[in-house]
């Protein structure tokens, strides 16, 4: 008996044994911490004034960490340079804010840390907090704020700065170049609002800018810009909710480094509008020689073909467009040329609104109709026209597309001819329709409208799908249309060029105005659907 109950003891034990090993190191939880950081103390006191110092130390109750500062963290006025925030990586009990800029007499000073102060085990945010210190004997209290919209899409970007220049005797427009803003804020990452807060009495200039390398400097190439016209006055404009329309400016246009990338072949990148560079040599060529200019279809850039090949070191070009002039050498070497490379779309499926198109990598010269056939399911040869796009280097052929219907598109030898005399062999192609029941038809009708206006439809990127445009009050309709989810905007066309213009802050030009349709357009297959827009 004895021994039983000995032997039941030492199974006992070993199982509280096994069990006690299996849960050691793994904690049964509890109740989920969701209890922010407090600040026990701030050396010196957060609202101070006649601040000296160059050192600054906010501590807390527990141990935070300090998230996305680059972006979370706003110092206004701006420090350049930028002070020292420890920690940034690593866990502590407390701030350090290491000044190293000269900082600005009977000035208010405020560091906005948005949501990067979170704790250490959970990352529970101590939200929006605001250290605030003044360099005089007072905190500057007046404030002024706004809205910030998208001149062209729905929303705007995350992470717009907001800023007010002074307006004093050495203010000039192009100050938003060159320097930094007196103030400054920022929209974070989820809201269109902006409060710019702690400003001294006076007269500003408002920009905003979704400011890319955060240098709070206005960068055509890649920033977007928003501005109120004239300036605002402090206090008296304190309740006003001001509007500000963030845009892309076209750039001026230029040409930067042109070269040889193969044989006879240069590349002259730009920026602005491509549509009226002209490109010349301007020393003496052979009677044969001859070029073509053309278009790269997704860079800024563009090629220009020549032959016959030149026994030159280099070429002399002028290059003008509207304002712009300008003399460029290019270097000469022999290399390679570029082959005849065929590329079509669509291919397979072919939409009643789509045409055929065929690109090559060398510019096109010449198309023998009479070498294309295009054959329907039963064999009976469809009509088709063509038509040449030399800029962007694209043959369209344009027929009659009927439901339910296989196109075949063949291509005999010497059918197409490019720049160098290259020649196809034979391509062969097959075309598919769907039923007209397979998509959908909307129509807009506009309410209110000042014409003339440009009505699109776009996806969720903001990208145009399909537009008309229209000069009078009428239904607009879109046939034949793909099913999804899609978006509807007006562009009101003021100067009738029947394109969208941006604006242009050195000029004083906001971006035309565009309306979006307060609701996504849900396109369904087999459906007629009329949206009603209203524009205000």
């Not at 350049?80 to 000044?99: G, V």
């Not at 102060?117 to 907090?129: A, G, K, L, T």
């Not at 565009?514 to 609701?519: A, G, L, M, R, T």
Request: proline share 5%; charged share 25%; hydrophobic share 35%.
């Amino acid at each position: 008996m004895r021994q039983a109950f000995s032997n039941i003891f030492i199974v006992i034990l070993i199982a509280l044994l096994i069990a006690s090993c299996a849960n050691r190191g793994r904690p049964s939880g509890g109740i989920k911490d969701i209890i922010p950081p407090k600040i026990t103390k701030s050396e010196p006191e957060n609202y101070s004034t006649n601040f000296t110092g160059n050192e600054i130390k906010i501590y807390f109750d527990e141990y935070i960490k300090i998230n996305n500062v680059s972006k979370q963290l706003i110092i206004s006025p701006p420090m350049d340079p930028a002070p020292d925030i420890i920690p940034l990586s690593s866990a502590s009990k407390y701030i350090k804010i290491k000044i190293k800029d000269t900082l600005a007499p009977n000035t208010t000073y405020a560091f906005n840390f948005g949501n990067s102060i979170v704790d250490n085990n959970e990352e529970n945010p101590y939200p929006f907090y605001k250290y605030v210190f003044s360099t005089g004997n007072y905190i500057d209290s007046l404030s002024t704020k706004g809205i910030i919209v998208d001149a062209t899409l729905r929303k705007p970007e995350d992470f717009v700065s907001v800023m007010l220049y002074e307006a004093d005797t050495t203010f000039t427009d192009s100050i938003i170049f060159k320097k930094k803003p007196k103030y400054v804020t920022n929209t974070l990452d989820s809201t269109t609002t902006f409060s710019l807060e702690n400003l001294k009495a006076g007269k500003y200039k408002l920009i905003a800018l979704k400011d890319n390398n955060q240098d709070y400097k206005f960068q055509p190439h890649t920033d977007k810009i928003a501005f109120h016209e004239g300036f605002i006055d402090v206090p008296v404009d304190t309740t006003t909710t001001f509007l500000l329309k963030l845009f892309s400016e076209d750039l001026e246009p230029k040409i930067t480094r042109p070269r040889l990338i193969s044989g006879e072949k240069i590349v002259f990148p730009f920026e602005g509008d491509h549509k009226n560079f002209q490109i010349a040599i301007t020393e003496t060529v052979p009677e044969n020689f001859e070029y073509r200019v053309t278009k790269d279809a997704k860079t800024d850039s563009l090629y220009y073909w020549y032959k016959p090949r030149l026994e030159l070191d280099s070429l002399q070009f002028q290059v003008t467009n509207k304002n712009y002039n300008k003399n460029f050498n290019v270097k000469l070497s022999e290399q390679k040329r570029d082959t005849m490379i065929v590329k079509v779309e669509p291919n397979g499926l072919l939409d009643f609104n789509e045409d055929f198109k065929i690109t090559n990598t060398v510019p096109f010269t010449r198309f023998k109709k009479k070498n294309v056939t295009i054959l329907d399911k039963d064999s009976v040869a469809v009509d088709f026209r063509v038509k040449l796009d030399s800029l962007s280097n694209t043959y369209t052929l344009k027929f009659d597309k009927k439901e339910s219907e296989t196109y075949r598109i063949q291509m005999l030898p010497e059918a197409l001819t490019d720049f160098f005399d290259n020649k196809n062999d034979t391509l062969n192609y097959q075309l598919t329709t769907k039923t007209y029941s397979d998509y959908g038809d909307i129509r807009v009708v506009l309410k209110n409208a000042t014409y003339p206006v440009i009505t699109q439809i776009t996806d969720d990127k903001g990208e145009v799908v399909a537009e008309q445009y229209s000069s009078k009050a009428e239904p607009i309709d879109f046939r034949h249309f793909k099913p999804g989810i899609f978006y509807l905007r007006v562009i009101f066309d003021t100067n009738k060029n029947k394109k969208y213009d941006t604006g242009n802050y050195l000029k004083n030009q906001q971006p035309e105005r565009v309306s979006y349709y307060k609701d996504k357009l849900e396109i369904r297959s087999n459906f007629d659907q009329i949206y009603e827009f209203t524009l205000f």
